[in-house]
């Protein structure tokens, strides 16, 4: 198995003896697009940007601050005491004549049959080295307003993959590692083979507060930065000085159906836009609200737990995790070729 997952099991495997790392990676099935935002704007109606949510049906646009776990029924994940709720924008492709359409969501390799969704992960270095969330927590990651590279190369926050072929190329570099595949930005050629978009969450906690007025200054990046799994053992600010479990969101785009160049713009420039209007992609962001059963995700994290291998969590098909779903509260077309993007 010659890719970064093979090796990080190998790894997972080497240090399971020696306290255990873990990280979950699982398929989590869209419940809703829609345009609510119960993070960035609760009880707005809609909200100003199209959204795809995946994960508990407890979700909706005032979500209460509690834990949700107890509120929801159901979730689109395989793990199904994960009742959180993960959201990210959309992707648009704006044709030559000025018209939109929303670029459908492919399903991860090696995840199954998922209904358009994300794959998840939870990462941490070692037993007890970890503190799982606890019920009511949210926050945001990226920054919806950034036009510009930050210019962290690898210790990038969020990112996306050029796939030159189908099959995913093997995915032979940790998310935001591969140098040749990997861009802060949009790529800008056609992609063969669609997109992987990569958001990577903060893994320090000031330890006091559920959230904070920008969903963000309660949690905070390791001293070197973000990065996927590597930044795991770094070493966080004294202002943040709990390591939470490191979330990973990846979601992959089948741009595949836009690469006609005659329906490009004429000077050249890449197509794509972000549902919330970012045309270069260094806006991508990701919200969170945890909503896991009881203690599990303590118990995942401290017993290496490796992609759906966990003794101590509970699975179910993809069959049941589809059939969870949640109405869409704001009505509108979405999914022609739109004149304008939803909100903008
Ligand atoms: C969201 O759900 C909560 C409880 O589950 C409920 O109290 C609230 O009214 C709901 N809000 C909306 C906008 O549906
Ligand atoms: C705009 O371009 C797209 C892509 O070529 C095409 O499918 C669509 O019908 C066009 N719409 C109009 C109004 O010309």
Redesign the pocket.
Known sequence: MASWLGLLALTAVAQAQNGGSAMLRFGCSNIVIDRVDPLVDP?KIPSPHVHQIIGGD?F?????VTDIAN?AKCTSCTFEEDFSNYWTANVYFKARNGTYKRVPIMVNDAIGAANGGMTVYYSSPGKGQTTAFKPGFRMFSGDAMRRTPTNLGRRTQSCFRCYDGPNFQGNVNSPCFDSVRDTEGFPTKPCPGGWRSSVIFPICWDGKHLDSPNHVDHVAHPVDGPASFTSMGGKCPASHPVKIPQIHLEIVWDTSKFNNKADWPADGSQPFVLSHGDTTGYGQHGDYVFGWKGDVLQKAMDNACFATNCKQLKSQNFNKANACTVKTVVKENNDGWLDKLPGM
């Open positions: 009880g407890a909706n646009a005032s979500m209460p509120l």
